[in-house]
């Protein structure tokens, strides 16, 4: 059984940062997903990366948002810079193909 754990979320003020963790139970050898889900809205991934480091972004955090991967502690973060109340989501880990996900952690952008 594979447990993905997210930490890191909070409340924060529109432009502030905020950096998650995500721990992974084992080695997986696979692409590392950061997904969010706002109320009411479908949940979207909004960044990648792969096991030799190559990230992709969703253009709404593209120059905002950076993703990275330790290998060695099993743990992928999100940093997440400028952030808006639109960024307000539950965001949950994920890995594929395997389908893993975590249970989320919740990151509220309000003055």
């Known amino acids: 059984q594979v447990q993905l754990v997210e930490s890191g979320g909070g409340l924060v003020q529109p432009g502030g940062s905020l950096r998650l963790s995500c721990v992974v139970s084992?080695?997986?050898?696979?692409?590392y997903n950061w997904a969010r889900q706002a109320p009411g809205k479908q949940r979207e991934v909004v960044a990648s990366?792969?096991?030799?480091?190559?990230?992709r972004y969703v253009d709404s955090v593209k120059g905002r948002f950076t993703i990275s991967r330790d290998n060695a502690k099993n743990t992928v973060y999100l940093q997440m810079n400028s952030l808006q109340p639109e960024d307000t989501a539950v965001y949950y880990c994920?890995?594929?193909?395997?389908?893993?996900w975590g249970k989320g952690t919740l990151v509220t952008v309000s003055s």
């Open positions: 084992r080695s997986i050898f696979g692409i």
């Open positions: 990366i792969t096991h030799d480091g190559s990230t």
């Open positions: 994920n890995v594929q193909p395997m389908n893993y």
